[in-house]
């Protein structure tokens, strides 16, 4: 009879899609009668497992489609490689309070020192927290714009956007205005995030006209964080030119 029950709950499961209710109940329910746990407790513990299994899923999901390219969390950080780094600045962005308000992070710095770690971190924390995220680099971004861009495009709805590399590549004056619009969309909509290695000095020469260069700035600015983070590359930093970069400095102090 109780093996009739048990393959009857199982079958009920499986219609029902509790698919990791269905693969722990054999444990479950062992360990229920050896600790002679109630049926309450035997259930809770079984709703317990598939909202968990649930959860992991919902998660991974957000983070694949965000298109995230790793997977940074800041606990991996390492904050002593950048002791004039602002620990405390940079960990109250993690309450992700600028995405309710709509605000802007903007992380600036020389290739290496972590801008789109923290940025993967900020966006892998948006996912946990049921934001919908987006991730792309300066050139996909600008590639995608060209496409035409429309209301449901998920660079332009999704309540956080990462925009990586700024900087790197040049931009044309039409790629500059393309971008300028994108900023517009979003502009007190909805949050985004910029990662680049040039100073907001260094933008008019970027993107070629220094009236769409201070539109674009005067927009992502106005309800923005900035980050500065200065120093050398955490990639580098068992090289010995760096080491004598290191030495170079002690030695002008």
Known sequence: MEQLVYERLQENLKRLKLNRIQEVLETVEANSKKNKSSYLSFLDHLLEEEVAAREKRRIQTAMK?????????????????HPNLDKQEVMELFDLSFITRHENVIFLGPPGVGKTHLAIALAIKACHHGFKVYFTTMDTLIKKLKEGATKQKAY?????????????????????YLFFQFVSHRYE??????????????????????????????????????????????????????????GEHKEKA
């Open 189 to 246: 909509r909805s949050s985004t995030i910029i990662t680049s290695n040039k100073s907001f000095g260094d933008w008019q020469e970027l993107f070629g006209d220094p009236v769409i260069a201070t539109a674009i700035l005067d927009r992502l600015l106005h309800h923005s964080k900035v980050i500065n983070i200065k120093g050398h590359s955490y990639r580098l930093r068992g090289h010995s030119f760096i080491k004598n970069l290191k």
């Open 156 to 176: 332009l709805n999704s309540s956080l956007v990462i925009v990586d590399e700024i900087g790197y590549l040049p931009v044309t004056q039409e790629e500059a």
């Open 65 to 81: 489609t965000a298109g995230l390219p790793a997977a940074k969390t800041i606990e991996e950080y390492d904050f002593s490689f």
